[in-house]
């Protein structure tokens, strides 16, 4: 499900690693974990979602998982589905903000996709909303983060 932020771009870590997507980010944090050059990533969920989350809390984002390759996907045991694998999702942290309040401000600000694990949040770019809480693998969906 593509959200109306889906500005997906493709990198190569060799030559664009560097680049600033925002002021805070570079292309080089979104990489799969596997060791490709290769980089998707939706470069407008990130200026528009991840930098606001970035400039609210005044803290550095870190990025635990953004694009996979579908070999790092299944390897993890993702979802044949995962946006991941377009780009569009993102797995961070933000050192010393609980989780339910990156949460709680990633539904302020329009995050349709958003799943709280045991130590970082899923942020993605789904259109219909899903809430849900992760806890070793036991889901929970949630109507609102309180």
Not at 50 to 62: C, G, P, S
Request: proline fraction near 1%; aromatic fraction near 10%; hydrophobic fraction near 35%.
């Amino acid at each position: 499900m593509k959200n109306m932020n889906t500005k997906i771009e493709t990198f190569y870590l060799n030559i664009d690693g560097e680049k600033q997507i925002s002021p805070n980010f570079k292309v080089k944090e979104f990489r799969s974990k596997c060791g490709s050059h290769i980089i998707k990533i939706n470069t407008d969920f990130v200026k528009n979602f991840l930098q606001k989350i970035r400039e609210h809390f005044n803290r550095a984002v870190t990025v635990i998982s953004a694009y996979r390759t579908e070999a790092h996907n299944a390897k993890g045991g993702g979802a044949r589905s995962s946006l991941h694998l377009t780009g569009e999702a993102f797995d961070i942290k933000i050192i010393g903000v609980p989780l339910i309040e990156i949460a709680k401000y990633a539904e302020k600000i329009g995050i349709k996709g958003i799943i709280i694990y045991n130590n970082f949040i899923h942020l993605d770019s789904r259109t219909v909303k899903y809430f849900a809480r992760n806890n070793n693998g036991k889901i929970s969906t949630v109507s609102k983060w309180n």
